[in-house]
């Protein structure tokens, strides 16, 4: 994983390096701290300049330093990972082989046919010198970080970075859309003096009509939240990209979408796993959660082992002695979809490395408040807490007479009961339970030094919870026991983190989409479903990308593996979830099936709960505010307020 940039002038009177502020090099260098180079390309006779900026995190092959550049002094930013469609070897780099492949390209239907072919996470940048092309986009799903900004027309200047930092009033930031490929023809502009873009959207098919009707959509969409200085076009050519995914499968059978309420028996299921067996009872639930099974291991297999590891660690034997660091993290609530995720990763992660689960609990308010009024705490106090989670931070319970932590939170106490699952299924590996604790000072602290940034130029009230929650869970600063040892600190050495996102969106997993199925049937759930994917880039995973990079770690998102996203987009919505049966079981049924499959056991049935709330980080400092209210907190402040 990369931070990469790229600042393009026109004509400007100012200098290049003026365009690129120290606290974005600064946030770039933080995704990027194994490898920092700049590469500034003048083209006086056109009077274009272009300032490429690459900061690199090493995970495969040797370290290879960014930008790359060739003897055609093409140059080429690559944040991605290629998990299939191209061969990497296990000794390659992928950025050298992607730049290899582009300059074997001849056409602009080359480079298409060659991103089209990509399986795996990207977003690049890369200059064609011989003809003055900036190409840059990101892959379908948007799964890696790319925002953009255009100055005013008197600077012609315009940048592209992975993550931004204090915005000029009047040049706001946005992420980069995920609907293509993106193309500037620099001699154009420099000879108009004005900014063209061109775009290659993404297509299921590419016959002509089809392509036609999804560029005037996709243009009018992206056109709409671009400076009026700023042109965006559709190729003359109608060339499109190929999307690696097939469509979703519609098809609703009559019987299966009459509303819930019509079916008693389903109502009254019993939320066991007894009732999931019975499911799996019935030969075709049986076959297709082992197809899913067997599609979704593959991807989290090639998440685990396209990874930089130590020659020794290439065996799955058991060394007498085990100081192996971890090298996978997953974040982890113990709900259904993390459990899945570690569950699988256990099959490929060689088995002296430890796996760690991430767990974050921010302190939950009534013991906040209590401890708040009984007794004032100096920062050293703080300090003491956090390092003593067992024996501080605890509050009598009136009505038990039990110790409760002030950090067992929803998530902590599910976690806890789901490493006893794994440690059931394996027993011979070290599962590191990482408990992350976090408190009100530290939040605010943080948020206000680094967070903010990252979330930007997202800044609702989700935005600011979920990004605070993954922020700190990824940073991976907690406590373990092994063992039944004391807790004692630990910070998380792992570098790929692994996270579910993108199993509620296919699998009917939100609250939202019983209300929907109730409203509008199966049809109706269709569509939601169908929506959710297609905004998955702009609604959560550049900003996630953006958040667990800021930690020199790469987020990787098994449930958006492409092979995973076409199996379920070719079965009905009602082999995926049904949603006449109660919470626990109907909503990511699928899911659930293959979990009992594995061989989980009560984690199987717990209803979806958000990370906002089973983190306790919703409503910590504010009962008023809804999730889609603009977030005060999240203010953008200058350099100078900090």
């Not at 009459?258 to 796993?273: A, G, T």
């Not at 998102?557 to 049904?578: C, G, R, T, W």
Request: with cysteine.
């Amino acid at each position: 994983m990369c931070g990469i940039c790229c600042v393009v002038t026109l004509c400007s009177q100012r200098a290049i390096c003026d365009f690129l502020s120290e606290d974005i090099l600064c946030h770039l260098r933080r995704r990027g701290p194994d490898s920092s180079k700049q590469l500034i390309k003048t083209v006086s006779d056109l009077s274009y300049e272009c300032l490429f900026s690459g900061h690199v995190l090493h995970l495969r092959g040797l370290v290879t330093p960014q930008p790359l550049e060739d003897a055609n002094s093409n140059i080429f930013l690559w944040n991605g990972e290629i998990f299939n469609g191209v061969h990497v070897g296990d000794l390659e780099n992928d950025t050298e082989v992607m730049f290899h492949h582009l300059a074997l390209c001849s056409s602009e239907m080359d480079i298409l046919s060659l991103f089209s072919s990509l399986q795996g996470p990207w977003s690049f940048i890369y200059y064609e010198a011989p003809r003055h092309n900036l190409w840059f986009g990101r892959d379908y799903f948007g799964r890696r970080s790319l925002l953009w900004q255009f100055s005013n027309e008197v600077d012609s200047a315009f940048c592209l970075t992975s993550v931004s930092g204090c915005s000029e009033s009047g040049s706001q930031w946005q992420e980069v859309p995920a609907s293509g490929i993106f193309k500037i023809d620099l001699k154009a502009c420099a000879t108009t003096k004005s900014l063209s873009l061109t775009l290659f959207p993404w297509k299921y098919s590419c016959r002509e009509k089809a392509v036609e009707k999804t560029c005037i959509n996709v243009l009018d969409q992206v056109s709409k939240d671009l400076p009026n200085h700023v042109r965006l076009v559709g190729n003359e050519s109608k060339l499109c990209l190929r999307a690696p995914v097939i469509p979703l499968n519609k098809t609703v059978c009559q019987a299966s979408g009459v509303c819930p309420d019509s079916n008693f028996s389903n109502i009254n299921c019993v939320v066991s796993v007894e009732t999931l067996q019975e499911f799996l009872a019935e030969e075709h639930k049986k076959k297709l959660a082992c197809q899913f099974i067997d599609v979704l291991n593959e991807a989290v297999k090639r998440r685990v082992l396209c990874l930089f590891r130590d020659r020794d660690q290439k065996t799955r034997e058991v060394p007498s002695m085990s100081h192996k660091k971890a090298h996978v993290a997953v974040l982890f609530s113990g709900g259904i979809d993390s459990m899945v995720i570690a569950a699988l990763a256990d099959k490929h992660v060689p088995l002296e490395e430890p796996i760690d689960l991430l767990n974050v609990a921010f302190m939950m308010k009534e013991q906040a408040k209590h401890k708040g009024t009984t007794k004032r705490h100096t920062s050293h106090e703080v300090q003491l807490d956090l390092l003593c989670p067992q024996e501080s931070c605890q509050d009598l319970d009136a009505d038990t007479g039990t110790h409760l932590s002030c950090f067992d939170v929803p998530d902590r106490i599910t976690g806890r009961a789901g490493l006893k699952e794994l440690e059931a299924i394996n027993p011979s590996r070290t599962w590191n339970f990482v408990e992350i604790n976090v408190t009100l000072e530290e939040l605010k602290k943080m948020r206000k030094q680094r967070i903010h940034y990252l979330i930007y130029p997202l800044d609702t009230v989700l935005d600011d919870s979920i990004g605070c929650a993954i922020w700190f869970a990824s940073r991976g600063e907690g406590f373990i026991s092994n063992q039944g040892e004391e807790l004692k600190p630990y910070k998380s050495p792992a570098k790929v983190v692994l996270t579910g996102i993108g199993a509620d969106e296919q699998l009917a997993g939100y609250s939202r989409h019983r209300v929907c199925f109730r409203k509008d049937g199966l049809e109706g759930l269709n569509k939601e479903l169908e929506m959710e994917l297609g905004r998955i880039s702009s609604r959560n995973l550049g900003r996630d990308d953006r958040i667990i990079g800021d930690h020199g770690k790469e987020a990787r998102f098994p449930f958006l593996d492409e092979d995973v996203v076409s199996f379920l987009n070719s079965l009905p919505v009602s082999e995926k979830a049904d949603l006449t049966l109660p919470r626990g079981i109907g909503e990511k049924l699928i899911l659930r099936l293959a979990a009992k499959e594995l061989g989980l056991t009560a984690s199987t049935v717990l209803p979806k709960r958000a990370v906002q709330f089973g983190s306790r980080i919703a409503k910590l400092e504010s009962n008023s505010e809804k999730a889609s209210d603009t977030c005060s907190r999240l203010k953008l402040l200058s350099v100078d307020e900090l």
